[in-house]
């Protein structure tokens, strides 16, 4: 049986937004002057247009967690209802639009290159959408049958680390913020950050760059974090005769073996960058007391 339905990836609205939000972190990061992905936030993601209204009902599936499977099917058809409701016209003209402002002013290769954690979701819900909108040929069947089942399972808990990686850490801070709020969200924790930590050294940055701008497959980010890793085991080892104090010790010998399961780890999750990144400000803070 062939399937009809189609994702496309470059005019999936929840997904758009997704990478001009990690590109704002990456401006940020390289402390870049270039406000071409704020602005086109605040352009076509706003609550008056069409685009931000219809990424208002993608969000909407991230909100609402742990659901019973009746009352995430209901959600699914409320959502859906909503959906229709729409202008097609002016949607498609704004996402036109925005696409066209994306290609004048990135690769677009390396734009849609960034990583995607809920990459399963955000394509099964334009699936739903698209069959919403279009009468659903018998071919299809099987495509929308599955793009309804992942967003339940999604919706009910059931979808593990494995197969959807949670996004909270991206959208959990933004999502109930007003707009110029939201698209500020990822500069000011950087500089929370920064008020506990002083400031993000250069390897912290790359780091923090590399799992932003990492390939959808991860394997460039699994080959920086576990060379990462061994060069920091090898430097707390041999920094931690400069310690003194007991505790502190055992401290940076947990950060050790938290470092050598991330050299063994099959994928590189959120508390692999975590343990990377305390172990990179304890190295630095080790140097400060050297000196």
Do not use: C, W
């Not at 969000?59 to 959600?75: D, P, V």
């Not at 089942?149 to 919706?155: A, C, N, S």
């Not at 959120?270 to 172990?279: G, K, S, V, W, Y």
């Amino acid at each position: 049986m062939k399937a009809n339905v189609r994702h496309n990836k470059i005019r999936n609205t929840g997904i758009l937004f997704e990478l001009l939000v990690r590109k704002i972190t990456s401006d940020t990061l390289e402390n870049s002057t270039n406000d071409t992905a704020l602005r086109l936030m605040r352009e076509f993601f706003n609550s008056k247009t069409e685009l931000g209204k219809e990424l208002i009902l993608y969000r909407s599936f991230f909100n609402a967690q742990q659901l019973s499977e009746t009352k995430a099917f209901e959600l699914l058809n409320v959502i859906t209802q909503q959906r229709k409701k729409l202008s097609e016209i002016i949607l498609n003209t704004q996402k036109y639009k925005l696409i066209k402002e994306i290609k004048n002013n990135y690769n677009l290769k390396e734009f849609l290159g960034a990583r995607i954690p809920s990459y399963k979701v955000y394509a099964s819900i334009y699936k739903l959408f698209d069959n919403a909108l279009h009468e659903m040929d018998f071919n299809d069947l099987d495509d929308v049958m599955d793009a309804k089942f992942t967003i339940v399972e999604h919706l009910s808990g059931t979808i593990t680390n494995k197969e959807i990686k949670n996004d909270t850490s991206l959208f959990e801070t933004i999502r109930n913020q007003e707009e110029d709020l939201r698209l500020l969200t990822y500069r000011m924790l950087i500089e929370k950050f920064n008020e506990k930590y002083m400031e993000l050294n250069d390897r912290q940055k790359n780091l923090l760059r590399e799992y932003i701008y990492n390939i959808s497959n991860g394997t460039g980010l699994k080959k920086y974090a576990t060379e990462e890793a061994t060069t920091l085991v090898t430097e707390l080892k041999s920094k931690v005769k400069f310690i003194d104090n007991k505790i502190t010790k055992i401290k940076v010998a947990e950060v050790i073996t938290q470092l050598n399961k991330i050299r063994t780890a099959q994928v590189i999750k959120e508390n692999h960058m975590t343990a990377l990144l305390i172990a990179l400000e304890i190295s630095k803070t080790i140097d400060t007391l050297k000196s």
